[in-house]
């Protein structure tokens, strides 16, 4: 029988190349010199084991990771807009330090995906898609929301998110996005 932290280990793992994918496309290019999504999706980690126990089963696992997602790079956006204009001139990796002392699998996981060519050639093609269709593959492929829910988040009706949705699906399938298999 599996280990409570075996079992969220490899729900993790089977979910980390979308959770990176979504990072990225999440961060918008003006804050990625403060929030990093390798450090983002490292951050989660280290989250989900802390709360893992109080983790309802009978709620969406992905829903919840997204949900501890969601909070980390709202911290990380909070964070690299307070510290660009107290530490002007610092790299990078000094500006905004979400994690301190990662734990190893967090590291591994977030250096083996930041490698990946599934994940970088997915976020390469969503990130050639319009803001609403961007906006839609995060929202419905990759949240994994109802059309209805991304709808109102992206300010359109629901009719006009399920097509657009449609379309996007249409589109995977024709081309190299259906190998990509984060969604």
């Known amino acids: 029988m599996q ?8 729900r993790y793992e089977e979910l980390a ?7 990225h496309l999440r961060i918008s290019p003006s804050m ?17 084991v802390a709360r893992y126990d109080s983790y309802d089963h009978r709620r969406s696992f992905r829903s919840w990771v ?34 301190e ?12 995906l930041a490698r990946s060519e599934t994940v970088q050639r997915f976020v390469r093609m969503a990130d050639a898609l ?7 593959l995060v929202y419905c492929g990759l949240e994994q929301l109802t059309c209805a829910e ?3 988040r992206i300010g359109v009706s629901e009719e006009a998110t399920i097509k657009r949705w449609q379309r996007l ?15």
Not at 3 to 10: H, K, T
Not at 101 to 112: E, L, M, W, Y
Not at 130 to 136: A, I, Q, V
């Open 3 to 10: 280990s409570d932290r075996e079992e969220l280990q490899e």
């Open 17 to 23: 190349p979308t959770l990176l994918a979504w990072a």
């Open 32 to 48: 990625r010199c403060h929030v990093d999504a390798e450090d983002v999706i490292q951050e989660v980690w280290l989250r989900a």
């Open 66 to 99: 997204f949900g501890i997602a969601k909070r980390v790079l709202l911290e990380g956006f909070r964070a690299g807009r307070r510290r660009r204009f107290v530490e002007p001139g610092r790299g990078p990796s000094t500006r905004l330090r979400i994690l």
């Open 101 to 112: 002392g990662c734990a190893d699998h967090a590291t591994r996981i977030s250096q083996r």
């Open 130 to 136: 319009s803001p609403e269709d961007r906006k839609t």
């Open 150 to 152: 991304a709808a109102t």
């Open 169 to 183: 699906r249409a589109r995977m399938r024709e081309s190299a996005w259906v190998r990509c298999a984060l969604i």
